[in-house]
């Protein structure tokens, strides 16, 4: 499977964006998906999983109520909508497919396969 993550940039404080990360190749395998990231001089961490169905989602703490994950499995893309964006979001968005789902934490042993990240800069 092939991720190609797309949708960052430069936002303001408070503002919004939606991340959206295409599938190709083995899409019929892509139970599991999540999102990550890096911020500048720190580790990478989770921020956001969704099943198969879309029905169950996971978040960090850092971003519930903020963030949010979907799925439309007819484009074979995953989305991560972002409101209410403050400068510690800053960092570079990574698209994953996950081995499962978990309503706990999910480490980077749990990927599949990585997407591109793509950056994410908010100003404040």
């Known amino acids: 499977v092939q991720l190609q993550a797309s949708g960052g940039g430069l936002v303001q404080a408070g503002g919004s964006l939606r991340l959206s990360c295409t599938a190709s190749?083995?899409?019929?395998?892509?139970?599991?998906m999540g999102w990550f990231r890096q911020a500048p001089g720190k580790e990478r961490e989770f921020v956001a999983a969704?099943?198969?169905?879309?029905?169950?989602?996971n978040y960090a703490g850092s971003v519930k109520g903020r963030f949010a994950a979907s799925r439309d499995d007819g484009k074979n893309t995953v989305y991560l909508q972002m409101n209410s964006l403050k400068s510690e979001d800053t960092a570079v968005y990574y698209c994953?497919?996950?081995?499962?789902?978990?309503?706990?934490?999910?480490?980077?042993?749990?990927?599949?396969?990585w997407g591109q990240g793509t950056l994410v800069t908010v100003s404040s």
């Open positions: 994953a497919q996950l081995r499962y789902f978990s309503s706990d934490e999910i480490p980077e042993s749990a990927v599949e396969s």
């Open positions: 190749g083995r899409t019929s395998t892509l139970y599991y």
């Open positions: 969704i099943n198969w169905s879309g029905r169950f989602t």
